[in-house]
């Protein structure tokens, strides 16, 4: 889930499609701050915000109980790049209450992902189920790619990946078998001042990295006014993981993995809290996560509890810091500087900056997904969760396997 603010103004851009992470232009040069080459940097022409002309990418939607399905239809329904060829929800209500809004046709209804598959043969499905189900809906896509001719081409789902470890060795494992691309989508991955924030540091102009500090989340899901259907499974720890350590904690846990290349904490500790239990009182609300590296440590606060929605990292180097303010600018103090100077962030290049036409990238130019949206990224971001979560069961740390020392 995303804060409130961030919610009403990306609703009609929120496809929740991840972007490639490039970091140098030509070799030997460094990238602007938030400058990135797209998926295939040698078109000449970028895709432009309605893409090519060219046939639209159909897609199926597999379920409509995660809120944010609600920004997805708002932009795809004015698009012609773009084609919902099904929707897969067991809760036919929720599907007429949707149909009605934005003008969906009824036959676009199937009661099972595993029926809209064998009849629409999409090239890419849309998963907006619970985290719990992030599993089940790659699994039954993976079987039909291989069924079907490889399709669907790829699958993308709402963050955080998985409820578990367990879980997302599971989905990598099978969408590898399967050669089928799957993305993870973080709204901050469409914030120019994250990628300026990053190129910053993997430019050099910092020095190494010694503490991250991010801050996410809002008021509270039911605070903000989110769907029922969407704040019955938040509330649930089975399908939701847990409370805010799983809602916001994945987004300080992904940018510090990116960040980091990649690389495991050698440990996690964490802390939750519940301050509502009149209102969650199943899951966590507030948590603090603490990963340290080698010589690193990154701080992650995640809360239900925030006086207002929020999405933000700091990151302390050797000799200088960078900071995120909003979407498009950051504060950096170098070395020498007497105080920290705000900078506009370049804007982010298409079809980076647009999600329907980088997901047309992946699926029909068969672009490499990387970076934060990553299952690479994001198998060591559902450890850094569970570890965290039996850290604040257990009130011990826990050392994360296979870490690099």
């Known amino acids: 889930m995303r804060p409130r603010s961030f919610l009403l103004g990306m609703a009609a851009a929120t496809v929740m499609v991840m972007m490639i992470a490039g970091t140098m232009g030509r070799a030997g040069e460094k990238t602007p701050p938030g400058a990135r080459k797209g998926p295939n940097s040698s078109r000449e022409v970028p895709l432009t915000a309605h893409g090519p002309a060219s046939a639209p990418l159909t897609v199926v939607i597999a379920g409509m109980v995660h809120g944010h399905v609600d920004g997805f239809l708002a932009g795809a329904m004015k698009r012609t790049d773009i084609q919902i060829v099904g929707v897969a929800e067991t809760d036919r209500a929720l599907f007429d209450a949707y149909a009605k809004k934005y003008g969906l046709d009824a036959k676009l209804y199937y009661a099972s992902l595993e029926q809209a598959l064998a009849m629409t043969h999409p090239e890419a499905v849309l998963a907006y189920t619970n985290t719990f189900d992030h599993r089940k809906v790659v699994e039954t896509c993976a079987k039909y790619h291989l069924m079907?001719?490889?399709?669907?081409?790829?699958?993308?789902?709402?963050?955080?990946?998985?409820?578990?470890?367990?879980?997302?060795?599971?989905?990598?494992?099978?969408?590898?078998?399967?050669?089928?691309?799957?993305?993870?989508?973080?709204?901050?991955?469409?914030?120019?001042?994250?990628h300026a924030a990053y190129d910053v540091v993997h430019n050099g102009e910092l020095g190494e990295v010694r503490k991250v500090v991010a801050h996410d989340g809002h008021k509270g899901p039911k605070e903000i006014g989110v769907g029922p259907e969407f704040l019955a499974w938040l509330r649930d720890p089975k399908l939701n993981g847990g409370g805010a350590l799983y809602d916001f904690g994945c987004y300080g846990a992904d940018f510090m993995t990116w960040l980091m290349n990649g690389d495991k904490p050698l440990t996690v500790t964490a802390v939750t809290q519940q301050n509502k239990p009149e209102i969650y009182p199943k899951v966590d609300d507030e948590a603090t996560i603490v990963l340290t590296y080698p010589k690193a440590q990154a701080i992650l606060q995640a809360s239900w509890d925030w006086p207002f929605g929020r999405s933000d990292v700091e990151v302390y180097g050797q000799t200088g810091t960078v900071f995120t303010r909003g979407r498009d600018e950051i504060e950096v103090r170098r070395a020498g500087d007497t105080e920290a100077k705000k900078v506009t962030a370049s804007p982010l290049i298409e079809p980076q900056n647009d999600p329907i036409a980088y997901l047309r990238a992946v699926v029909l130019d068969g672009s490499k997904v990387d970076g934060p949206g990553s299952l690479e990224i994001n198998v060591v971001v559902a450890e850094i969760l569970d570890a965290a979560r039996e850290s604040a069961k257990t009130g011990r740390t826990v050392k994360m396997d296979g870490a690099q020392k």
């Open 148 to 194: 079907r001719g490889s399709r669907p081409k790829a699958v993308m789902m709402e963050k955080p990946l998985a409820v578990s470890a367990e879980d997302a060795h599971a989905i990598a494992e099978v969408a590898a078998k399967a050669r089928m691309p799957v993305v993870v989508n973080y709204f901050t991955t469409w914030q120019p001042s994250r």
